[in-house]
């Protein structure tokens, strides 16, 4: 699991005019800029994506988003694990349930009936708010990103909020008990700094088949279902016992 991911509207005060039918949220008529990211269980935010208009919805900030582009493009690190003795080789983020079935989401079960649901879906539930803390404590940091801002250029907002998620970051890196359980499975290699000029090649077909396999193995909601089936019965072996005495 790399983290929970999630949306935050940021209030725009001072709006202009010319936005404001395209930053309005629904019928609450406040205009809003929306921060998509996704945060770890230590409140690290590992991906921040700012200045979508709030009308989107998460699924279309999420279309918007570059958070698949090092996916799609084959650039991550090959990760393999096993849920219920089952091999996968992507790794996994929480999310909600408006967020699509694509086997990098694991998102909780809506009106759970049987035990082993009822188990995954408070786990889930209880794990995802991760990244809703995140926010809390990024707002409770940063008194600019908690009141609505009043300046005029989406420009401006973006440079505010970078800056912030920035500090942000420092503050919970400093305040780490220990660095052994840094995650070093996603680091990226350094490239080598050889300047030796490559080979030039005009065949982009094989590129660009790998890059449409890679998109749809991510979306395969075939495999989303399977992965979630799978952590049901995982969490379900490991903790069952203790949440059916617990009830």
């Known amino acids: 699991m790399i983290g929970s991911i999630d949306c935050m509207h940021w209030e725009w005060k001072n709006c202009p005019k010319a936005r404001e039918g395209q930053f309005t949220r629904g019928d609450k008529g406040t205009t809003t800029v929306i921060l998509e990211a996704v945060a770890s269980h230590d409140l690290?935010?590992?991906?921040?994506?700012?200045?979508?208009?709030?009308?989107?919805?998460?699924?279309?900030?999420?279309d918007r988003s570059p958070v698949f582009d090092d996916v799609e493009h084959g650039k991550t690190p090959s990760v393999n694990l096993y849920v219920n003795q089952r091999p996968y080789d992507m790794t996994y983020y929480l999310a909600d349930g408006i967020y699509p079935s694509y086997p990098t989401f694991v998102k909780s079960?809506?009106?759970?009936?049987?035990?082993?649901?009822?188990?995954?879906?408070?786990?889930?539930?209880g794990c995802r708010k991760d990244i809703e803390r995140a926010f809390g404590v990024?707002?409770?940091?940063?008194?600019?990103?908690r009141e609505?801002?009043?300046?005029?250029?989406?420009?401006?907002?973006?440079?505010?909020?970078?800056?912030?998620?920035?500090?942000?970051?420092m503050i919970v890196e400093d305040e780490r008990d220990s660095y052994a359980q840094r995650w070093t499975d996603f680091e990226q290699s350094e490239e080598s700094g050889s300047s030796?000029?490559?080979?030039?090649?005009?065949e982009v077909l094989p590129a660009f088949a790998n890059h449409v396999r890679a998109r749809s193995e991510f979306r395969d909601q075939k495999a989303?279902?399977?992965?979630?089936?799978?952590?049901?019965?995982?969490?379900?072996?490991?903790?069952?016992?203790?949440?059916?005495?617990?009830n």
């Open 44 to 62: 690290w935010i590992w991906h921040a994506f700012f200045g979508c208009p709030g009308t989107l919805n998460d699924i279309n900030v999420l």
């Open 109 to 125: 079960i809506r009106l759970p009936q049987s035990e082993p649901d009822k188990l995954f879906a408070k786990y889930q539930e």
């Open 148 to 169: 609505p801002a009043r300046l005029w250029d989406i420009a401006d907002l973006s440079i505010i909020m970078r800056s912030c998620i920035i500090l942000h970051n």
């Open 224 to 246: 989303h279902h399977e992965l979630q089936a799978d952590l049901v019965k995982h969490i379900w072996t490991k903790f069952g016992m203790i949440f059916i005495h617990s």
């Open 138 to 145: 990024l707002q409770a940091r940063f008194k600019i990103i």
């Open 196 to 202: 030796a000029p490559r080979p030039y090649s005009t």
